[in-house]
Every structure is written in C-alpha cells, then in structure tokens.
C-alpha cells in the first residue's frame, strides 16, 4: 500500500482515508480470490470475535460454512466447548442445519426456536427421521400458541435430494415458489435444508475447512489460570485455531502464556493480542504468535479510550503493525473498528489477513443471544462489551462474592446495547454477502485478484471530515 502523496504526521482512524482507483485488468468481482493469506484455511477475511453475546454453535457453523472463522469465548466451560466443537465439525459443507421438532409440539415451542435461523421454517420430522411437515409464522396465524403442529403444518413437502447441484436446487425451489425446502437422504431421511439464497451462496462461497475436512472453529484462552493446560485440552477436542486473548496483549503475562502454549501445542494455530504497536508485534512474535490481533478501543462496546485515554486510531494500527509482522513473516488480524464494507476494504489495504467482527454481527439470527422484541414488535438482541461489568461478572461467577464484588467496581464497556436485526438482512450470510462483495469490489478498483495483490497495489488517501461526509448515502431527498 501506498498513500496517495505524502503520509500524514498523525494517526488515522478508517474513516479518515479513502483509497484511489488504480489501472485493473481483473474483469470481474467474480474473478477475485479472497483466501486470506495467514494459512489458517479461511476463504474469506472474516473472523468472528470471541464475544459471549455473538459467538455460539450456530454463529460458527453458518459462518465457517461459508468462509470464515467463529472465535469461541474463554469463558465457556471446556465440556461445553467440546460439545459446541464436535457439534460444528459434524455439521455438512452445504446443507444448513434445519430446526426441527415432532408433530406433537406446540406452536408455542416452534416460535420460541424459529428466529434461531435465517431460514424462517421449522421441519416436521417423525419418529424415523423424515420430514412429515413445514411450519412458518405464517401458519400461526388463528391460532392459539398451544396447538399441536400436526394441526397446522404444511403438508405439502418439496423434498430436494442428496447432491443435486446447487444450480438444479435453486430452479426447483424457484418454480415452486418457495424460499426453503429440507434436503434428503437416499432414504428419504432428513440431513438438512436449502433457500434460495444459500443454493446461491453454495455456488459464490467455499468453506473454511481443516486438514480433516470438517469446519474451522477458534476458542480464546486468557492469560491467567493455567493457559497451557486449557490449551492442551482444547487441542484435544479438536480446536483449530487457539486465540491468547487480553485487552492489554503487551505485558510479560501475555508473552509467558504464548511460550507455555506453544510448549505443549508446537504445531498449533496461535494468535494472540491485542496490541497497536511495532513493538507489541515484535514481541508477541517473538513468543511464539503466528497472528498477531490488532486493536485497542475501536470496538463498538469498547470504553476503554473514554475511560483510560489508551488505544490507537485503528487504520495506522494496522498499517504499522502489519508491516512488523510481515519482517518476521506472520500476520494480523485487524480487530474493532468496523462498521462498513469500505472499513474492511481499508483493513486489507493496510496490510490485515484477516478482519474481526463483533458487534456488526450481534443482531443476527445466529448471534448467541436470546432474540427479544421491543414494544414495537421490532426484534433485537442484547450485546455486550468483553470487558464490561456483565462479563465480568460472567468470567468471575467461580470466585468469592467478595472477590467478584471488588472486580464489578471496575469496568471498560458497555453490558447492555440493543442491537436490532434488519428486517431485509436479519441473518449472519446476509452481512457476509455486504462485506464480501464490498471487499471483492475494492480489489478490482485497485486492480487485484488477490488480498496480497491488493494490499502491494492499494492507494491511500487522506481526508477531511467533509470528504467521509461526501462519500455517505442520501436516504431521502436533500
């Protein structure tokens, strides 16, 4: 990356530059391969935080299965862990995960489970595992909530087989004038479910997958209690990827985690942060971090620049930082900051192989949080910041009361924000198809075809607040 005259004396955040278009021969957004270059297996650069209220089974499935990579919390328990891992690297490459229930539950029972999933249905299924019926809000309509299903599923099934092309799917479903159809075995058992759209996105996307085959997952390990032996046992249950996670990553705590880590897991995947400077980098490499994360502040429920005047303007973070971990040939994840497609782009631009998303993705169907509705009827979630009074009083709950009480006096993020689901882009895939598509586009404006060739051709300016403010949609009429 370059900048587009000379470097300013002074830090910039994303929204302070913009980037120049460049001489492309890529013909296409299509044409655009945008395999991240930090070896982890992800095909797209997007990485979900290890935030309590966004991370879960279903975040890292829908996720995963599309490119990405979900980071677990450190605060989950390890058999939960394992539960949640084997459950992610059991889920099929294609078909999404339908919800399912008997014909004996309740219309209650399936519209507490509905907005788990972007597909809007829930499937019927009997005793020997084929689907028997569809139920959607739609159905509910006239009834009470504790009416049996089989008095109002839809019985007339589309049934899509096992390895039709995508293509063939997304033409059945389109000429039955249906958005979702479950996907069948030889046997006529369920094994999962297709829309429209994912038949789409099966054909646009491939998926993070490890040497095994199955999806990628992440869990965050902190810096007290024994970090090796948790390691270890995350290793164990089939962990890819293993994130040394703290808000202050450039103390000597942090460096002696990584070393006992990197002791008892030598070919393990480790990243570890957060830093903002060269010399974080430096030594958080120098311990034995493969990725270093880059970030101090810039999150949505981060307070810690308000309350502590610390962190770093996000977009000179990166660059610099990138740059150090590039001497040593590593990486870094750019992480906080983000609120549009154009961020990412620029996070790419200065160097990241891979982009963190947190509170983007909390109103989602498949964030971890229980979907609520306001008293408009509007659905929302609740998010969280990580080192807000909430969490911490998640992280301590097997501490004394004192000892909890004395850590709840001080806190760096807010515990409670509504984050409202977009009523035409309710789901996880739904951003991942902004954010790629913006990324994609970016590189054939600066002629790449890759995330390496687009941050050696990207072209940097910087710009006045009036610029950022020129470049911002109209809604409605001026």
């Known amino acids: 990356m370059r900048f587009l005259g000379s470097a300013p004396p002074y830090d910039l955040t994303y929204s302070d530059v913009f980037m120049v278009p460049s001489l492309s021969s890529v013909p296409s957004r299509f044409d655009v391969d945008l395999s991240t270059p930090d070896g982890l297996g992800t095909t797209i650069p997007v990485v979900v935080a290890n935030m309590t209220a966004v991370a879960g089974r279903r975040m890292a499935e829908t996720v995963a299965r599309r490119g990405g990579l979900t980071v677990l919390p450190q605060d989950i328990p390890l058999d939960v862990i394992d539960t949640v891992v084997r459950y992610v690297k059991s889920r099929h490459l294609v078909y999404d995960t339908p919800i399912t229930l008997d014909s004996s539950h309740t219309v209650g029972d399936a519209l507490g489970l509905i907005h788990k999933r972007a597909h809007d249905a829930v499937v ?222 620029l996070a790419l631009a200065g160097g990241a192989a891979n982009v963190m998303f947190g509170s983007w993705l909390a109103g989602t169907y498949e964030s971890a949080a229980d979907t609520l509705r306001d008293p408009d009827g509007r659905l929302y979630k609740e998010s969280f910041g990580m080192a807000s009074n909430r969490a911490v009083k998640n992280r301590s709950r097997s501490e004394t009361p004192f000892e909890r009480a004395r850590k709840e006096l001080f806190e760096e993020g807010i515990s409670t924000s509504r984050m409202y689901l977009h009523p035409d882009r309710p789901g996880v895939e739904d951003i991942i198809d902004d954010i790629v598509a913006g990324v994609r586009s970016a590189c054939t404006y600066a002629g790449a075809a890759t995330i390496p060739d687009f941050h050696e051709r990207a072209v940097v300016g910087v710009q006045s607040a009036a610029g950022y403010s020129e470049g911002l949609p109209q809604g409605t009429s001026w």
């Open 124 to 345: 019927i299924v009997g005793a020997d595992g084929r689907p028997e019926g569809i139920f959607t809000e739609r159905d509910a309509a006239g009834f009470d909530r504790f009416t049996q299903l089989r008095n109002v599923m839809s019985r007339e099934l589309v049934l899509l087989k096992d390895g039709t092309a995508p293509e063939s799917m997304y033409e059945r479903l389109t000429d039955a004038r249906l958005h979702f159809a479950p996907v069948v075995d030889g046997d006529g058992r369920l094994l999962g479910c297709m829309t429209r759209k994912g038949a789409l996105r099966s054909t646009i996307y491939r998926p993070a997958v490890g040497a095994d085959g199955r999806l990628l997952i992440a869990v965050a390990v902190g810096i007290n209690g024994d970090p090796a032996a948790k390691a270890k046992e995350l290793i164990a249950t089939g962990v890819d990827v293993l994130v040394i996670d703290t808000a202050h990553g450039h103390q000597t705590k942090t460096a002696a985690a990584i070393e006992a880590v990197r002791a008892v897991a030598p070919d393990a995947k480790i990243v570890a942060g957060n830093v903002v400077t060269i010399e974080g980098t430096r030594d958080l490499i120098n311990a034995g971090a493969d990725i270093v994360k880059v970030g101090v502040g810039p999150g949505a429920m981060c307070t810690t620049r308000m309350m502590t005047g610390v962190g770093r303007p996000q977009f000179s973070a990166v660059l610099d930082c990138a740059a150090e971990a590039a001497r040593h040939g590593k990486h870094i994840w750019a992480d906080g900051g983000v609120r549009h497609p154009r961020d990412v782009a």
